[in-house]
Structure formats: structure tokens, C-alpha cells
């Protein structure tokens, strides 16, 4: 693999605070030099980059009070001269949150930056700062590009155990150097309180730190926040985002469980039943609290394209938003689907457009799995697949219509992967197989969670011919992360020979399973 040579991120780190120890406030904010003292804004939740490309990125932070944001940028980790750039006030209207966007960066270069927060009303008083680095995405091919990805954090009760490491799972993803973090969906539970013990199967109890927003399910503003603030309570995910850039897709527990729009709630732990209220609660909570760059335009969509240099384009779905409701999902005709036609016309002039050589398709849901909604009693379907092998039937059409076009336009590297049903596996699907024959093979890889419950494998569906090629999946439903069970996924994409490798891991960095796949292909 012949990936960037940089020095880890720990070291990186370690250099920057001690360098920003004794740090004065920025000449861009025209004041003497101030030490950051008492009473000034804090930034205890850390810093995070996101949607990072060859020349751009976001930092987000979160001050304790009123504040202006300022970030300075640097090639090396001494901050000797400077780049500067002022952001957002930051106040209750957000949540005291904000995103600075960086412009015109150097492509493949590590980035140094540090975020000041001053008081708006003297901006000689700066609190202390908060530093970070990134890479940004190289323009060249012999680089490569190496990132993980997985989902599902704080889930089923689990959440924040500082007996069992906390969220140790980020460190090991740390370990690996990678480029990014492409998280898919459940960023969050605000559907799933967290109590202070849980006891466990083997007489032990489990310890959460809890806060009162996850004391109930989410409902107000301040709840939903409260439920991105209480990850942030991690020491392990703060160093993760100070040290990684993310790519953050939602899925269902952002909001609640299986929720599609229109829905009308009958779990009597609501008073609010309107799910399009909460959603829209929900959303300005996501918004507020990760650096998103397609949610700051006036669309606020969470689907997008992040090019990644020439190796790879990575295609954010939202597999909720623009969804039909849950059904037993076996109808003969179904315009809607679980994107939407505008979306899927959009995926579709976006794979066509791409010329990266890896193009990997971020997928919130699984397609091969059937991932049942029995919340109301009935049969319904959550994902696509619905559990009949023949032609594609409800949500499947949708899918069908995508990979077609997928072989007919001869687009080559398509790889998914997805997260979602708390286990890892890897399906490879093939039209020898399938009831549906117009499409070219590809693989679909799927890892998690973080740090939730773990939940036996799903069924397979045969409709577009998948074989589960690995599986690592407990036997018993909700297993704690003390149990085991907890995974992430890593690619590397290497320069040379444009090979892209999968591994899926253990939360501990074990690897379970190792997958190459040949660049050029027609799906893969």
C-alpha cells in the first residue's frame, strides 16, 4: 500500500497542545495577546472536521457561552504564521454551535488548526484552545486512501461505561491512520434512554454515565441536542474527531425507531406523536452538531457526493427522509421507494459522472437483508428486501431500476456498504443467482456496532442472488458490548495497483475478515 508516510495523529497532537499551551488570541481579531483564562468560553465537547476534499473542509466546535468562532490553520504543529479564518457567532439559536468552512488548502497535506473562541463583546478575552489536524484528499492516484466506517453508538441502553474504556472502539479505529470516518446512520439514539446500571447476563452490571436529555425519549429541541452532547461526553470519540475527519450519513434513531415520513407514532412514551415534528427537531439537532457541508445550503439535504481525489467517490444516501411508508412492501409498482425518485435520479447522473476509480456507495440500509418493522404489529418491511426470492416486488423495484442502470452505463467499482443490523457480514451478489438478472455483481459489506446492542444475522433474500460469504453475528439478541460483538470496517484503496481492500474488524482492531477487489470492473 503506498499510503501517505505522514506521522500518526497522536504524536501530531501531543506536539499542538504542548505548542498551544501558552497560545495568544489571533491578530485577526485586532487584540493585544490574552491567555485563556476563567470565565471565558470553553470548548469541553472538542472539535470535529468534516466532508474534507483536496482543497476544503469544515471544523465544527461548541462553545459554553456566547462566542465568536476563530480558526487558524498551519502546516506544521508550531502555528508559525498562520492562517486565519473567522467564523460564525456562535449563540442559543445553535445551540452555541458552529462550522467554519476552509477554503483553498493544499491537497494531500496534514493541517494543522486550532479553534479560539472569543467573547463577542471583547475579543481580548479567548478561551483556551482546542486543536486538531486532517488530511486533506490527495489529487494524486499513487497516494491511496485508506477510511473506515461503521454505525449504531449508544444504542439498546449501552451507553457511555467508563468502567469497560467507554467508547474504546474510536481508538482502535485511531490506530489505523485513516483518512476518514464514514459513519452510517445512528449517530445517536434519541429513542433509547440511558439508565445508570444495566445488569448484565453474567451477574455483573454494566455503568452508564447519564445526563437528564437521556433520561426519556427525544422529543423537544433541547432533548434531541442533548442527545448529540452526551457522546461528546467520551474522551475516546473527542480525540477520534480531533484526529479524523468524518463523512456523517442518519438513518432511524436520530429521530425514532423505523420512522418514515407521516408517520403517527402509538408508543406511549410520546406525547408528541407527529414523527414529521420530531423529525424536524431531529434534523436541527444533526445539523447542529456534526459539519456537514450539503445541510448548509438551502436545500439542507443529507444526501451528497464527497470526491475523495481520483481513487474515490464516496455517495451519501438518505434511506429515510424521502421513503414510502412501511409496508409488507410486496406492491408491483412503486415510484417512491426508500430514496425517492429525486435522489435516485440523482444517484444515478452522479455514478454516470464520476471518473474516480472506487465508487462506494454509503448505504444506511442493507439491500440483501430483511430487516422486519413489527413496532405496530404487523408485518411490515424496514428496509428493501421483503423475504420473497422472486422478481422484484415494493422497495426492490427501486433498487432493480439502479443496478440495471449500474450495467447498462458500464459503471465500473461499485462497492456498499452499510451498517444497521448490529453485526458484520459480507454479500457478494451475483445475477446466477438472482431472481432479477439485469445487473453486474458487487458486493455489499456491513459492519457495527460501535458501541449499542449486538443482534443475530438477519435472513437473506434471494431476489438479487446474494451469498453471505462471512458472517460474525452472537446467537442471542441484545448483547452488550461487554459480551463482544461490536465491529468496524476498513478499506484500503492502494495507489499503485488501484486494489481496493476490505477488512472487516473487531472493536479491538482483530482482523475477521480480508476481501480485494480488482479495480475496472462493471459493478465489481
Known sequence: MSHRPFPGRRSVLRGSL?????????????????????????????????DVTCDSGLVWVRSDRPARMIVETSATESFRNPRRWRGPLL???????????????????????????ADPDDPRRTGEPVTGTFRTASAKRRDGVRFVWSGDLAGQGWGINPEFGGYRIYDAMAKLDPDFFLCSGDNVYAD???????????????????????????????EFRGNFRYNLLDENLKRFNAQVPSIIQWDDHEVTNNWYPGEILTDARYTEKSVDVLAARARQAFSEYFPISTLRRPDGRVYRVQKYGPLLDVFVLDMRTYRNANSTDDQATDPQGILGREQLEWLKRELARSRAVWKVIASDMPLG?????????????????????????GREL??????????????????????????????????????FKDFAPFWEFVSGPLNAGA?????????????????????TANVSPAGGYQFFGEVDIDGDSGELTVRLREQDGTVLFTQVLQPGRVGQ
Open 192 to 222: 433509547g434512554p440511558i439508565s445508570e446500571t444495566v445488569a448484565l447476563p453474567d451477574g455483573r452490571t454494566w455503568r452508564n454515565i447519564t445526563t437528564e436529555e437521556k433520561a426519556k425519549v427525544a422529543e423537544t429541541l433541547a
Open 455 to 475: 443482534f443475530p444475522a438477519n435472513t437473506l433474500d434471494g431476489t438479487f442472488g446474494p451469498d453471505r460469504v462471512f458472517l460474525k453475528a452472537p446467537t
Open 91 to 117: 449563540g442559543a439559536g445553535t445551540d452555541f454551535t458552529g462550522t467554519t468552512a476552509l477554503r483553498g488548502l493544499p491537497a494531500g497535506e496534514q493541517i494543522h488548526y486550532r479553534v479560539l473562541l
Open 18 to 50: 504542548a505548542a498551544s499551551a501558552a497560545l495568544t488570541l489571533p491578530a485577526a481579531v485586532g487584540a493585544a495577546p490574552a491567555f485563556a483564562l476563567s470565565g471565558r468560553p470553553g470548548a469541553g465537547w472538542g472539535v470535529q472536521t468534516g
Open 369 to 393: 437483508l430483511v430487516v422486519p418493522d413489527t413496532g405496530d404489529g404487523k408485518p411490515n418491511i424496514e428496509a428493501v428486501a421483503q423475504g420473497d426470492p422472486g422478481a422484484p416486488l
Open 398 to 435: 427501486q433498487i432493480a431500476e439502479l443496478l440495471r442502470y449500474i450495467k447498462h452505463r458500464r459503471i465500473t467499482g461499485t462497492v456498499w456498504l452499510t451498517a444497521d443490523v448490529h453485526y458484520t457480514s459480507a454479500q457478494h451478489y451475483d445475477p446466477s443467482r438472482a431472481a
